[in-house]
């Protein structure tokens, strides 16, 4: 962990995008993210405060329906946590820890 701009400890993640969810991210597929290690509420940030953070922070396209569905991913999108189903690690309530590798993928296809 580091110091963070106001003083606090820091998580840093890298997040990535594929399988055109990139589109949603300004086109950028891997972001270098750092978290507060511990929320107001005292709390480590899980998956679910991840979501909200991308959305509000990070996502350039308006159409967050596209990625968030009901403040959770959307059916389609598979959620890869250090390459493990994010099922088999909690899920939203998953604590994100240093280094974690979070990588989100459309299944989903125009045509």
């Given at each position: 962990m580091t110091e963070s701009v106001n003083g606090g400890p820091?998580?840093?993640?890298t997040v990535?995008?594929?399988?055109?969810?990139?589109?949603?991210?300004a086109n950028e597929r891997k972001h270098n993210v750092s978290l507060p290690a511990q929320l107001d509420d005292g709390?480590?940030?899980?998956?679910?405060?991840?979501?909200?953070?991308?959305?509000?922070n990070l996502m350039k396209d308006q159409r967050k329906e596209m990625f968030i569905?009901?403040?959770?991913?959307?059916?389609g999108i598979l959620v890869l946590i250090n390459d493990a189903d994010?099922?088999?690690?909690?899920?939203?309530?998953?604590?994100?820890q240093p280094g974690d590798n979070i990588v989100f993928v459309s299944t989903l296809h125009g045509g």
């Open positions: 820091i998580i840093s993640i990535e995008f594929t399988g055109g969810l990139e589109l949603l991210f709390s480590r940030p899980n998956i679910a405060y991840l979501l909200r953070y991308l959305v509000d569905m009901e403040d959770n991913v959307r059916p994010w099922e088999l690690e909690g899920e939203e309530k998953y604590e994100l």
